[in-house]
């Protein structure tokens, strides 16, 4: 079973950056879709960003496009997250996942298709 493991979050202040990785186990990181998932306290999970296995097609939330950039390299089976113009309310504990099925050309944002989740690491936007 693959794990993931995401870092790089902490403290910033409003109009910031931070870049996310997410280092992932196993050898087949290449065959999968990912994506980026936000969770702040009293709220529901949300969907962020994904990017297909290939990394040649990449989605967004509207809340944070263009100003965040979901990439991956496939050599070094680590997928990123680039955040930039952070606001306060981009606040909330950050979690990478991996799409349940290999091969699969669109990744959506529902939460049911991805099988495997990081622990998560937390960013907090300072106003």
Known sequence: QVQLVESGGGLVETGGSLRLSCAASGRTFSA?????????????????AAISYSGGSTWYADSVKGR???????????????????????????????DTNPWR????????????????????VSS
């Open 32 to 48: 999968y879709g990912m994506g980026w998932f936000r969770q702040a306290p009293g709220k529901e999970r949300e969907f962020v």
């Open 105 to 124: 050309p669109v990744v959506t944002g529902e939460e049911t298709d991805f099988g495997s989740w990081g622990q998560g690491t937390q960013v907090t």
């Open 68 to 98: 965040f950039t979901i990439s991956r390299d496939n050599g070094k089976n680590t997928g990123y997250l680039q955040m930039n113009s952070l606001k306060p309310e981009d606040t909330a504990v950050y979690s990478c996942a991996r």
